[in-house]
């Protein structure tokens, strides 16, 4: 008797991207350094990354070794000329590539404001990034302001990782920061926003200040607070002007530790969240 041979299939379900914005109004807490470092970790792990610049300094995109180049960044495809995968740049790191920024994205918030939906520019560039299954992770490096830009990028997000620097005052801004995410989702501009998690960067263990600062920010904010903390480091700041990620630059320093460490966290945090709509099984 001879055994008949049965084919199975499995079928899996590709996970959309997830696209989050790094954000905080107040600059100086380590928003870019977070935001180049975290998508270089989650590269490194195995996740497609999309670094897109939105911030007119445009240290982002230095931050990973790119040139600052005129018409190389989103702002005409804000404006409705040409697509955004036009503009995706490779790096020299493996999984991570950038959409770079420049500083003619300065004049953005104005143009912007004269459009209609001038608040989904950013979503609605994206669609097309996000129907090609090129990422799993796409992280929106904000300026340090609630201009429409940020508005753009929340209004684009599944979530929003805050980096706050361990100093008095860190929660000023994270009032303000609700108060803006509640409008979103009561406008019906974006529904599912919500606070990724709140991460503590510039920390100095030898410091009673940074440690009463971390302290008060978990009291108040609780499990939205990533139990990594990220430390004050000479090599931190040392990497940019090589172009390079921490992980990339000094992979034993304390810093690439503590990047790693997030990234971890960060997944485990995208790996639970559900969905926000159900699939179609057809």
């Not at 977070?34 to 230095?62: E, H, I, K, M, Y």
């Not at 070794?65 to 702002?75: D, H, N, T, V």
């Not at 495809?77 to 790096?91: A, H, N, R, Y």
């Amino acid at each position: 008797m001879r055994l008949k041979r049965h084919a199975f299939f499995c079928l899996i379900r590709r996970v959309p991207a997830k696209i989050i914005a790094v954000a905080n109004q107040k600059g100086g807490v380590g928003k870019t350094t977070t935001a180049v470092n975290l998508a270089a970790c989650l590269a490194a792990v195995g996740r497609r990354v999309l670094l897109f610049d939105l911030d007119p300094q445009a240290n982002a995109t230095s931050g990973v070794g790119l040139e600052k180049i005129e018409g190389a960044s989103a702002y005409r495809v804000l404006l409705g000329e040409g697509g955004l995968l036009d503009k995706i740049k490779p790096t020299a790191f493996e999984r991570l590539e950038v959409v770079p920024s420049e500083v003619d994205l300065c004049a953005a918030d104005l143009e912007l404001a004269r459009l209609e939906n001038h608040l989904l520019r950013v979503s609605q560039s994206l669609k097309p990034v996000l129907d090609s299954n090129r990422f799993d992770v796409v992280l929106i490096d904000c300026p340090p302001s609630l201009g429409i830009l940020t508005l753009n990028a929340f209004a684009a997000s599944d979530g929003l990782l805050v980096p706050l620097q361990c100093e008095y005052y860190a929660l000023e801004g994270i009032s303000m920061m609700n108060r803006v995410l509640a409008q979103l989702r009561d406008t019906g501009v974006n529904p599912r926003l919500d606070i990724l998690g709140v991460v503590m960067t510039m920390f100095d263990g030898r410091t009673k200040l940074s440690n009463e600062v971390v302290g008060e920010v978990r009291n108040r904010l609780g499990a939205k607070v990533f139990e990594t903390v990220i430390p004050r480091s000479t090599k931190l700041a040392e990497a940019p002007s090589f172009g390079k990620p921490i992980i990339h630059y000094d992979k034993f320093s304390a810093g690439a530790a503590a990047y790693e460490l997030l990234a971890q966290e960060v997944i485990a945090r995208l790996d639970a969240a559900p969905e926000n709509e159900p699939q179609n099984s057809g």
